[in-house]
């Protein structure tokens, strides 16, 4: 990962630099318009880039949370497709069970996280993609709570 941050900062630098050059080195309308583009499309991936970066982060920290309370969902012995992914009915008990389990503590990290990894087994990606953020503030805010508590 370290050579691939080296290289978005150096590949980041080198576009804003010649977006930089190109927007001040001419009187040229056109070329200072190139210039500038090329200046917000840069910027424009940096934070896309970031916001990729923070997101597997607290997707990461979240998952060892998870584990660590032992509430990741258990799919070792549900039936597989030969391409590895959970079989459409494994996967469709799994999410009806953990869809029961969420609507008894919506307001849950836990019960939140483990739903959306059902959605994810399920297929439905995005769905899965805007509970696991909900997963990741309801987290946020019982760790906030509880260190409000502490002091």
């Known amino acids: ?16 630099n010649l977006g930089w050059s190109l927007a001040t080195a001419t009187e040229n309308v056109a070329v200072r318009g190139l210039g500038v583009g090329l200046i917000l ?21 979240i998952s060892a949370a998870a584990a660590a309370e032992g509430v990741e969902l258990d799919v070792s012995g549900l039936d597989r ?4 992914r959970l079989d459409r009915d494994a996967a469709d008990a799994l999410f009806d069970e953990v869809s029961a389990e969420y609507q008894g503590a919506p307001g849950d990290w836990r019960t939140t996280y483990r739903l959306a ?12 993609r805007e509970v696991m953020r909900e ?15 502490a002091r």
Do not use: C, K
Request: glycine letters at 10%; aromatic letters at 8%.
């Open 81 to 84: 497709m030969p391409s590895g």
């Open 117 to 128: 990894r059902a959605y994810d087994h399920a297929g439905d990606r995005a769905r899965a």
């Open 135 to 149: 997963a990741i503030r309801l987290r946020e805010r019982e760790s906030s709570v509880r260190s409000e508590g």
């Open 41 to 61: 499309l840069t910027l424009v991936g940096v934070w896309a880039t970031w916001a990729i970066v923070r997101n597997g982060l607290e997707l990461q920290r």
């Open 1 to 16: 990962m370290g050579v691939t941050a080296l290289a978005l900062v150096v590949a980041f630098g080198y576009l804003l």
